[in-house]
């Protein structure tokens, strides 16, 4: 039944392929099926992701493209590896040991294989934290954001209207753990101690430290060039850097801006191939929207020019970096009203950047604000008054989740990727309908590890996985891929 079902509506180069091994110098390729199989030969120096010209079956040449019709062992899948990467203790070929683990492992087809995989991650995911405990609201109690702010949420990606707002506790997440401003402080305070002997409490104040070299015309030369530990503030993304660039690169979320200095959100992007840009412009942030929706750097960004990047208030009377806030504000006067903000690490020590940003900030309403700290309420106003006011007078829908930046949008994004799953399974049941076949039961796609998630979105997007997916939902075309995972 699944052979008749595949050779009425798969073409032979939409089969699912199975890969063992990169760039193959001499690979091998099986049409799996339970009774028959058939064999390929490659090339030397072939890549196994290239188109390989002809299937041989039992003896006929069947050209790439065909229907399975013309296939007399009706496959389920195609298994490639690398023989040379299969051999015994002595270094010499093994193609029998190759072709035998190649079998044991393909057997379900590509589709059951990534059931399996999600299968096992939720089985370990049980052991390690026992099972889900659901909460009286219907959320988990291990889980940032409730079930409500996760629907609404989701809602305003399906209607183009969430906007994040990043400040520096974004990047304070492991495994990124950048520097807090009184660390910073520290470092330039101290280097320059041999030289100068500054007032003592300017060594955990940064905006003050840098007021005075700002005040000396020692800015760029000494305090930017010299003193600032820029090494600092470069490592690993971590999963707050991972959602937001994510969603700006499926054009998920409708924009971000960030008061951050550091490429956390574009290195995320660049390890997946996609050379995604921080925008210090309005103007910019329309010319970037080719490659992804907009990401605005309003305080600067140490890549594109870190020495007009804002580390005092006494700098926002330069003419460039007024210009600069500026179009950054006429932007958020266009795109942030009656749009879902979500606002993640403003009430670090880093304060003179909320000031920079609430007086940016001026848009009079927005459909929902989410604040996302592991401060209380009163610690969070305290800190940054005037940007706190201006969040909490901005719509009815107001929610301050207690957690850090990096575990919430963490789970926004694990719930865009089992949403976008389930419409990818879903494009499958009108063929099944069309056979007359029962539809299975879902895969447990809320319980799946986010990488496994992510990877079922690049198989149905035809992407490898070492790039990006770049698709806010499946496409159309992918209905047969997810007609055979339903049916296998």
Same mark, same amino acid.
């Given at each position: 039944?699944?052979?008749?079902?595949?050779?009425?509506?798969?073409?032979?180069?939409?089969?699912? =392929?199975?890969?063992?091994?990169?760039?193959?110098?001499?690979?091998?390729?099986?049409?799996?099926?339970?009774?028959?199989?058939?064999?390929? +030969?490659?090339?030397?120096?072939?890549?196994?992701?290239?188109?390989?010209?002809?299937? +041989?079956?039992?003896?006929?040449?069947?050209?790439?493209?065909?229907?399975?019709?013309?296939?007399?062992?009706?496959?389920?899948?195609?298994?490639?590896?690398?023989?040379?990467?299969?051999?015994?203790?002595?270094?010499?070929?093994?193609?029998?040991?190759?072709?035998?683990?190649?079998?044991?492992?393909?057997?379900?087809?590509?589709?059951?294989?990534?059931?399996?995989?999600?299968?096992?991650?939720?089985?370990?995911?049980?052991?390690?934290?026992?099972?889900?405990?659901?909460?009286?609201?219907?959320?988990?109690?291990?889980?940032?954001?409730?079930?409500?702010?996760? =629907?609404?949420?989701?809602?305003?990606?399906?209607?183009?209207?969430?906007?994040?707002?990043?400040?520096?506790?974004?990047?304070?997440?492991?495994?990124?753990?950048?520097?807090?401003?009184?660390?910073?402080?520290?470092?330039?305070?101290?280097?320059?101690?041999? =030289?100068?002997? #500054?007032?003592?409490?300017?060594?955990?104040?940064?905006?003050?430290?840098?007021?005075?070299?700002?005040?000396?015309?020692?800015?760029?030369?000494?305090?930017?060039?010299?003193?600032?530990?820029?090494?600092?503030?470069?490592?690993?993304?971590?999963?707050?850097?991972?959602?937001?660039?994510?969603?700006?690169?499926?054009?998920?979320?409708?924009?971000?801006?960030?008061?951050?200095?550091?490429?956390?959100?574009?290195?995320?992007?660049?390890?997946?191939?996609?050379?995604?840009?921080?925008?210090?412009?309005? +103007?910019?942030?329309?010319?970037?929207?080719?490659?992804?929706?907009?990401?605005?750097?309003?305080?600067?960004?140490?890549?594109?020019?870190?020495?007009?990047?804002?580390?005092?208030?006494?700098?926002?009377?330069?003419?460039?970096?007024?210009?600069?806030? +500026?179009?950054?504000?006429?932007?958020?006067?266009?795109?942030?009203?009656?749009?879902?903000?979500?606002?993640?690490?403003?009430?670090?020590?880093?304060?003179?950047?909320?000031?920079?940003?609430?007086?940016?900030?001026? =848009?009079?309403?927005?459909?929902?604000?989410?604040?996302?700290?592991?401060?209380?309420?009163?610690?969070?106003?305290?800190?940054?008054?005037?940007?706190?006011?201006?969040?909490?007078?901005?719509?009815?829908?107001?929610?301050?989740?207690?957690?850090?930046?990096?575990?919430?949008?963490?789970?926004?994004?694990?719930?865009?990727?089992?949403?976008?799953?389930?419409?990818?399974?879903? #494009?499958?049941?009108?063929?099944?309908?069309?056979?007359?076949?029962?539809?299975?039961?879902?895969?447990?796609?809320?319980?799946?590890?986010?990488?496994?998630?992510?990877?079922?979105?690049?198989?149905?997007?035809?992407?490898?996985?070492?790039?990006?997916?770049?698709?806010?939902?499946?496409?159309?075309?992918?209905?047969?891929?997810?007609?055979?995972?339903?049916?296998?």
């Amino acid at each position: 039944m699944f052979a008749e079902r595949c050779a009425k509506h798969l073409p032979l180069r939409a089969l699912p =392929i199975v890969v063992w091994g990169g760039y193959a110098r001499d690979w091998r390729a099986f049409l799996v099926n339970a009774s028959a199989t058939a064999f390929v +030969q490659g090339r030397a120096g072939v890549s196994v992701g290239a188109c390989f010209p002809a299937i +041989q079956t039992d003896g006929l040449c069947v050209p790439l493209g065909v229907t399975f019709q013309a296939v007399s062992c009706r496959p389920r899948c195609v298994v490639m590896w690398d023989a040379s990467l299969h051999t015994d203790s002595r270094g010499s070929s093994n193609a029998t040991v190759g072709t035998n683990q190649c079998f044991t492992r393909a057997a379900l087809s590509l589709a059951g294989y990534v059931r399996h995989r999600a299968l096992t991650a939720r089985h370990a995911r049980h052991h390690a934290i026992g099972p889900k405990v659901e909460s009286p609201g219907g959320a988990d109690e291990d889980m940032a954001l409730s079930s409500t702010l996760l =629907i609404r949420l989701l809602g305003a990606v399906e209607a183009d209207s969430l906007v994040f707002l990043c400040g520096a506790g974004l990047s304070v997440g492991a495994p990124s753990n950048l520097p807090l401003a009184k660390k910073v402080a520290n470092a330039c305070y101290d280097k320059w101690a041999p =030289i100068e002997t #500054l007032d003592p409490g300017l060594r955990d104040d940064i905006e003050k430290l840098a007021d005075v070299f700002y005040s000396r015309n020692e800015f760029t030369n000494v305090f930017i060039r010299t003193l600032v530990p820029w090494d600092d503030f470069v490592g690993s993304p971590n999963a707050g850097h991972a959602a937001v660039s994510d969603l700006l690169l499926t054009r998920a979320a409708h924009g971000a801006l960030s008061g951050n200095f550091d490429a956390m959100i574009e290195a995320w992007a660049e390890a997946h191939h996609v050379s995604l840009q921080g925008a210090l412009t309005g +103007q910019e942030a329309s010319y970037f929207e080719q490659t992804s929706k907009p990401l605005i750097k309003f305080h600067g960004c140490m890549r594109r020019d870190r020495q007009r990047t804002v580390w005092t208030h006494s700098q926002l009377t330069d003419s460039d970096i007024q210009s600069r806030i +500026q179009s950054c504000t006429a932007w958020m006067n266009i795109h942030l009203p009656n749009k879902h903000l979500v606002v993640v690490g403003f009430w670090t020590d880093w304060s003179y950047l909320n000031d920079v940003l609430a007086n940016a900030f001026s =848009i009079g309403n927005a459909s929902s604000v989410t604040v996302v700290d592991p401060g209380d309420t009163g610690e969070l106003q305290a800190k940054a008054p005037v940007l706190w006011s201006r969040l909490t007078s901005l719509s009815h829908f107001f929610d301050h989740v207690q957690a850090y930046a990096c575990d919430t949008l963490g789970e926004l994004r694990h719930a865009f990727s089992a949403t976008w799953a389930r419409k990818f399974y879903a #494009l499958g049941q009108p063929l099944l309908e069309a056979d007359g076949v029962p539809a299975g039961a879902p895969p447990p796609y809320d319980s799946m590890a986010i990488e496994d998630l992510y990877n079922i979105r690049r198989d149905a997007e035809g992407v490898p996985y070492s790039k990006a997916a770049t698709l806010k939902a499946p496409p159309h075309t992918a209905a047969q891929s997810a007609f055979v995972s339903r049916g296998c």
